[in-house]
């Protein structure tokens, strides 16, 4: 379709004059983004569905707050803004539901890496991703959604900053103790680390 | 890792940089130096690079479903708030605007408090008991003891202000008028064995030489008025409670009004009164204070209040007395006439106290401060997060 080839710039603002239509472009070219971030600091797709659910709704009500710039990093923003306040709403530390990476019956389709495995290379990721999963769940809530941005999401620091609405400084700190926290959870599944990566 | 315990958090930090290629040239090229030279250093940045690989390998997950828009996700009036640059003024801005109105208010309030002038402060002496309050070392040292009008009971602060830097010192005397010192004049109101500072009315009165018309001349006497006006005793005439004391008795004793309207034994002379600060307000108490040495009297006239009548009594009493006395009677009279006292008013009350109400004003003026603090912050993070 013609729009899918539109900058964003130009969907933005025929969005910001009221066509729906627009906006449903831009959900569909950054939801894959926005629920996997979601998903990643929530820990769970459920959780992570409604969030994404209510950043897309939240964006195009304060669309006419943008004033150009990332729009990914805006987007992305109001994600984990959302993920903060579903985690201090229901107080919890996120959790890796089992479900969430098998195909077994649940009210959301488990999340489907971009990639396509073996199925035993999928059951071995499976098992190592949610060992990863598990140690990033553990992780400080500001601490985890650096970590997501930059070595799950490959978002520089920049867009770190202008996501998280922090100074480039404070991401760096946040994501070098979320990496050496997670190194550490990780030498407890050792057994499941590949050869090359043993810590 | 017993690694870990030789780096440091900035050493990580530099590290995990390092990996994503955040550092400065300088920065860079110091770190790889170091990483020449410290094989702990080499090999926590081998595990930092596997940790990220592993977690690389967490891949950007699909989303389950579309998550477009319909409708009915959208209200009215969020369509409305997209229409083309439509300006709508935002709650949390309002609230930003209404936490700075507070905030002005707030200080405006605190400002005006302050400023106001403070409430002259009562010249008018706090109102005078009984006995008569002496401030013995000025008035000790005037040298022509006059009216003291200065601290007179119920005299207001307007009344006393112009004699007020004269009242510093002199004597307050608290003359009660309801009793005529017809007798005052055979009182012997100062010491007995009459030594020459005291006074002694009986004396004065006596000796012509007391019944002068320069006979207050304060030079005569360097005495300070009591309460009473009378010196009572040779040791010093700065107790002036006992010297109330002590003259009231005597002149109890003596038969004479227990007031100190004994002074008003005729003994005040125009020089005196022409000494007054002022005329006697109104209504004031014309108290007077008597010094009476050895050959001459001085009499000190505080008003108070109004003795005009008991003046009057006090005169008509007089008329009785010798005629030096009368002498003095009449002078006490037109010198009583002069000022002429009305009704005494009401004891000077502290003035309004504005104090309060600035307490008040600046409590009420940094709630509203404190509370416009609050609601412009609670504003400015609710702005922050619309946008974000």
């Known amino acids: ?199 | 890792m017993s690694a870990e315990q030789h780096i440091s958090p900035q050493d990580y930090e530099l590290l995990s940089a390092y990996i994503d290629g955040e550092l400065t040239d300088v920065e860079r090229d110091t770190l790889e130096q170091r990483l020449t030279t410290e094989p702990t250093l080499q090999r926590e940045l081998s595990s930092l690079r596997n940790t990220i690989n592993l977690i690389n390998q967490l891949q950007p997950l699909t989303a389950p479903r579309n998550f477009t828009l319909t409708a009915n996700m959208v209200t009215p009036k969020n369509v409305i708030q997209l229409q083309p640059r439509r300006r709508r003024v935002r709650p949390d801005y309002l609230s930003l605007v209404a936490s700075v109105l507070l905030m002005l208010f707030g200080v405006m309030f605190m400002l005006s408090e302050l400023s106001q002038p403070a409430a002259p402060q009562a010249s008018a002496p706090v109102p005078q008991s009984a006995e008569a309050q002496v401030e013995a070392p000025a008035v000790a040292n005037a040298p022509t003891k006059s009216i003291d009008e200065s601290a007179p009971v119920g005299r207001t602060a307007d009344d006393t202000n112009a004699q007020a830097a004269d009242g510093a010192g002199m004597e307050k005397i608290e003359v009660d008028n309801t009793k005529l010192p017809s007798p005052l004049l055979n009182q012997t109101l100062a010491d007995e064995d009459g030594a020459s500072p005291e006074l002694r009315l009986e004396s004065a009165l006596d000796d012509d030489t007391t019944a002068t018309d320069e006979g207050f001349s304060g030079a005569d006497s360097e005495q300070p008025m009591d309460t009473l006006a009378f010196e009572e005793s040779d040791d010093t005439a700065d107790s002036a409670a006992s010297n109330d004391a002590e003259l009231s008795d005597t002149v109890a004793d003596g038969g004479m009004a227990e007031t100190s309207e004994t002074q008003s034994f005729g003994e005040v002379t125009d020089e005196d009164m022409a000494e007054a600060e002022e005329p006697a307000a109104a209504g004031a108490v014309m108290m007077q204070t008597t010094t009476i040495t050895g050959t001459t009297t001085e009499v000190d006239t505080v008003t108070t209040g109004g003795m005009a009548d008991q003046n009057d009594d006090v005169t008509d009493d007089r008329a009785d007395t010798t005629p030096e006395i009368a002498s003095q009677v009449s002078n006490i009279e037109e010198n009583h006439t002069i000022a002429t006292p009305t009704e005494v008013p009401p004891p000077a009350e502290p003035p309004a106290q504005s104090t309060s109400s600035p307490i008040t004003g600046i409590e009420v003026g940094l709630g509203l401060l404190t509370i416009g603090l609050i609601l412009l912050i609670a504003s400015l993070i609710i702005i922050r997060r619309n946008r974000g």
């Open chain 1, 1 to 199: 379709m013609a729009n899918q080839e539109q900058p964003d710039e130009i969907l933005i603002e025929q969005s910001q004059q009221g066509q729906l239509e627009a906006f449903n472009q831009l959900v569909l070219r950054y939801q894959d983004l926005v629920f996997s971030v979601s998903y990643r600091v929530m820990g769970e797709s459920q959780s992570a569905a409604d969030v994404t659910q209510d950043t897309f709704i939240k964006a195009y009500e304060r669309l006419d707050t943008f004033r150009g710039g990332n729009f990914k990093a805006w987007l992305t923003r109001i994600a984990t803004n959302g993920c903060y306040d579903e985690l201090r709403r229901t107080k919890r530390r996120p959790q890796t539901y089992l479900e969430d990476l098998t195909p077994e019956d649940s009210d959301d389709e488990p999340p489907i890496p971009s990639s396509v495995d073996t199925p035993e290379q999928v059951a071995e990721q499976s098992d190592l991703q949610r060992a990863i999963q598990q140690c990033i769940n553990n992780l400080k809530d500001d601490q985890r959604t650096v970590l997501v941005l930059s070595d799950v999401q490959g978002m520089s620091y920049q867009e770190i900053a202008d996501s998280t609405d922090t100074q480039i400084g404070t991401v760096k700190s946040r994501l070098s103790r979320a990496r050496l926290a997670v190194r550490n959870c990780l030498q407890g599944f050792s057994e499941l680390l590949p050869d090359q990566y043993r810590l």
